[in-house]
């Protein structure tokens, strides 16, 4: 074991020296059936309590990645079961990708959760630091359009793409959404129900990360059903919601002003104007008389990425758009 190991106060000495034997076995410094130096060595030689060493191994033991002899000699029973899951902010249906494969996947597997925040320079710093620290790495890339030059630095065999992909995945694993051809036609499935609406407005976000290439594929479909529409770069609150009107949001902020000011205004979602939210919500189930939505199934998505973790299954699929329908228009 060759990997030096500095403590610091960003987390308990158990932790640190569990990851250290980790990056071990992942930098194959200890391969499987290698035998792990003993907790006399190990305290001894980084200054800590024979209690400290028996807590880690206790740990990595409870998640297989090591085992014992008669209790004593410890040796390496697996390869390194800890997963690097990268998203890009957070969001509830992103919590729910994360409970879903939290819950599919053994309770041995080590799961690292980081978010990116669509910061180009972070997402390259925390590839760059952890290839060849895990034995699957799941991530959702920055961009829609490109894919990132840094995640070349990680197998393809043990990385899973999430969520954007419209760039060539050739040789990766995937399980995306389609933010265009997939928008146009879950919203022909309720063309009729739209055509009652004097106008259908689509509120984007100029800052925001979804791909732009929405608004084209929102346009063609207004042009072709000849539906009078408009798309809002940004919402303000002294832009009066109007009876009569439909309106697909993005940010889950904005839907919550929606329905303030159609409260302010005495105008009943559902009845007096409609609204459709881009991606689900648990909490869209008891907002009001329920908020309807529209996007991917997340909790699919996350059995999908356990599916790949525990069997490295190779996987290129998009999910299907849906909207999942709660009267709110």
Not at 75 to 82: G, L, M, P, Q
Not at 127 to 141: D, F, L, R, T
Not at 229 to 244: G, V
Not at 286 to 304: A, P, R, Y
């Amino acid at each position: 074991m060759t990997t030096e190991l500095k403590f610091d106060n960003r987390t308990t000495k158990v932790q640190q020296l569990i990851d250290y034997i980790q990056k071990s076995i992942s930098a194959r410094e200890l391969k499987v059936g290698d035998k792990l130096p003993s907790i006399n060595h190990l305290s001894e030689k980084f200054s800590i309590s024979r209690d400290t060493v028996f807590k880690a191994f206790s740990d990595l033991k409870k998640r297989r990645i090591i085992d014992s002899v008669h209790g004593k000699s410890y040796y390496v029973s697996a390869h390194d079961r800890s997963i690097l899951l990268l998203l890009d902010e957070y969001t509830p249906f992103k919590e729910v990708l994360y409970n879903t494969l939290r819950t599919k996947l053994p309770s041995y597997y080590n799961i690292d959760l980081w978010f990116h925040q669509y910061n180009e320079h972070l997402f390259n710093q925390i590839i760059s630091n952890s290839a060849g620290m895990y034995s699957k790495y799941i991530v959702m890339n920055y961009h829609n359009e490109k894919i990132s030059k840094v995640l070349s630095n990680i197998d393809k065999k043990k990385l899973l793409l999430l969520d954007f992909g419209k760039f060539d995945k050739k040789g990766y694993s995937y399980v995306c959404q389609d933010f265009d051809e997939a928008l146009y036609n879950a919203l022909e499935t309720i063309k009729q129900r739209l055509e009652k609406y004097n106008k259908l407005y689509f509120l984007f976000d100029k800052n925001h990360k979804h791909p732009q290439s929405s608004k084209q594929y929102f346009s063609q479909f207004c042009i072709d059903n000849n539906l009078a529409f408009e798309i809002i770069d940004e919402y303000t609150d002294n832009r009066l919601i109007q009876e009569n009107a439909f309106y697909l949001v993005i940010k889950q902020q904005d839907i919550v002003n929606i329905i303030k000011q159609g409260k302010r205004a005495n105008l009943t979602i559902g009845k007096d104007y409609g609204l459709l939210a881009y991606n689900d919500n648990p909490f869209f189930e008891i907002v009001e008389n329920g908020v309807s939505s529209i996007g991917i199934n997340w909790e699919k998505m996350g059995e999908l990425a356990a599916l790949f973790v525990a069997e490295s299954t190779p996987i290129h699929l998009f999910l299907p758009t849906i909207i999942t329908d709660r009267n709110s228009f």
